[in-house]
């Protein structure tokens, strides 16, 4: 049966049945748990948070994300409230659960633990083991799955802003689960767009015209998981030590169709070529300069799942005039985002 695309994007959403359930803790029960936030439990450390893995006396695993007590910055508290407003009201198998949180000696959030860590750890951390086709062909469907949630099925549009492979946790079964929602922000329903200051997060996964304009919507995130599925073809960073960045190097590979070159030359060859060429078509639209030509997150997830119809075909056709617009305009433009207030994903 062919997938409606426009019949599923214009679908009233219906408000949730129920709300998401977490507790608050005491300092004792996650100091506990953290052997008092002890050194060798530390698995991850942010622009300005913490986060350590700990169990509970139930057996329970947990992440414990606390601001970094050093920080005494009120727009980071502001970020790590505004995180707990927000994931309190998130609730899918592809988005971090909130357990609950503490206000005790400072401020903390409590999460379930992700047994792989990040994504990002797996791609480019120690390689004891290399990630295989199959669980990052996984990780790009869960992903999609988890922003299709924020952008259309929670009651409020939420816009995440900072999808980067350090962002995406691994669970137990290597099911992808966004995370770090420190930066995200609410779109009503009838708002096209924020217009956001600064420009805050991730270099080398920011969309030009939240860079250039500040215009924050759905789209800049399709942006953000465009690099991301390149990151997971190519095994490289989105930024390399050369300080190239990875849209300048894909894009000539896209355009000639060396699916060859593009692949991380440690998988060896083995990975499913239909759905890497599918893949490969997603992530080349989803990085398109203008907007208004990336796909909803629903047609990237029938683009990964299906592939490109003829129908769904005509509607991505580019006039020449706007590529070779957006080429002039887009793949020059890293040069010149210096300025960006980077942020580094704790969880």
Known sequence: MELNVKAIDEMPVPAPLWKPSW????????????????????????????????????????????????????????EFLTELGIIGHVCHANATSLIGCCIENGLHLIFHFSVHGSLDSLLHGTKTRVLEWSIRYKVAIGTARGLHYLHKCCQRRIIHRDIKSSNVLLGKDFEPQISDFGLSKWLPRQWTHHSVTPIEGTFGYLAPEYFLHGIVDEKTDVFSFGVLLLEIISGRRPIDASEQNILSWAKPLME???????????????????????????????????????????????LLIEGQSDELADCWKMSISLINEDDDDFWGFEESESGIAATNGAI
């Not at 060859?269 to 203008?290: E, F, K």
Request: aromatic share 6%; glycine share 8%.
């Open 256 to 302: 000639s169709g060396n699916i060859h070159e593009l692949v991380d030359p440690q998988l060896r060859g083995q990975y499913d070529i239909h759905q890497m060429q599918r893949m490969v078509l997603t992530a080349s639209l989803c990085v398109r300069h203008s907007a208004i030509w990336r796909p909803s997150m629903i047609e990237v997830l029938q």
């Open 23 to 78: 507790r608050c803790f005491t300092y004792d029960e996650i100091s506990g748990a953290t052997n008092n936030f002890h050194a060798d439990n530390l698995v991850g450390r942010g622009g300005y948070a913490e986060v350590y893995k700990g169990v509970l006396s139930d057996g329970q695993m947990i992440a414990v994300k606390r601001l970094a007590k050093a920080n005494t910055d009120e727009q980071k508290e502001k």
